[in-house]
């Protein structure tokens, strides 16, 4: 993936009739923090007129600590791998690349999700694109997220304001595992990881990513609020 600039509400116009629009940006392979930024600008600056958008990624090589995150599950060594300190829920996680980022910056409120929809659907979509590769996979009460096996395949995490959410989930698909084996994953210690590579399934990042945006879409197409109409003068 190339580098792609971040878009932000004074670069990215959007209209503002359409309440079922969902916007999907793809953006290559982006720096962690200014996209941060981004996403937290458009939830802060959007209105009741602003489209819910997707934003589909990858990142260099980062570790993300959530809200509640622990010192005694950061990295054990030093391997350059920079650890930013963030606004989701949930404790480490790593981001590199040949991982799919998908970010839902959603207007909750409108479309009618709390929090545990949201993040079941999110699962939802996963599971059902690995059982389109014949891989069966399951979500846990107790620890969010997507798992083959024992191993997971798929973390998320969402912050949540004023009524509308982002950040989003992470899915493994060809890339480096190791700095998994540095941290306690999602604040699990000995938690295996997976990847759909190691899975048998050939598809590229990019191709998985547009696999996982369609189920997605699908899936939050149930949820759509309806289309306002323009009133119009006699």
Not at 5 to 19: K, L, V, Y
Not at 111 to 125: K, T
Not at 203 to 232: K, N, S, V, W, Y
């Amino acid at each position: 993936m190339e580098q792609t600039r971040i878009p932000t509400p004074a670069t990215a116009p959007r209209p503002r009739s359409d309440h079922s629009q969902l916007t999907v940006r793809k953006l290559g392979r982006a720096d962690y923090t200014p996209t941060l930024q981004a996403m937290q600008q458009l939830t802060t600056e959007r209105n009741d007129d602003t489209p819910d958008e997707i934003w589909l990624l990858e990142h260099p090589p980062v570790y993300t600590l959530g809200l509640a995150g622990k010192d005694e599950h950061l990295p054990r060594i030093d391997s350059g791998i920079p650890v930013v300190r963030i606004d989701r829920g949930g404790q480490i996680t790593y981001h590199g690349p040949g991982q799919v980022v998908v970010y839902l910056l959603l207007d909750m409120k409108r479309r009618g999700l709390s929090v545990r929809p949201l993040v079941r659907l999110m699962e939802q979509a996963v599971i059902d694109l690995l059982a389109a590769h014949n891989v069966a996979a399951v979500y846990r009460a107790d620890a969010p997220g997507v798992y083959v096996g024992a191993a997971k395949i798929a973390a998320l995490g969402l912050r949540i304001r004023r009524g509308c959410c982002y950040h989003g989930l992470a899915l493994n698909v060809a890339m480096d595992l190791g700095p998994f084996r540095d941290i306690n994953p999602c604040g699990y210690e000995g938690l295996d990881v997976t990847q759909t590579r190691d899975l048998g399934i050939a598809d590229t990042p990019d191709a998985i990513g547009g696999q996982l945006i369609e189920h997605l879409t699908r899936l939050l197409a149930a949820t759509a609020p309806p289309t306002r109409q323009a009133h119009q003068d006699d």
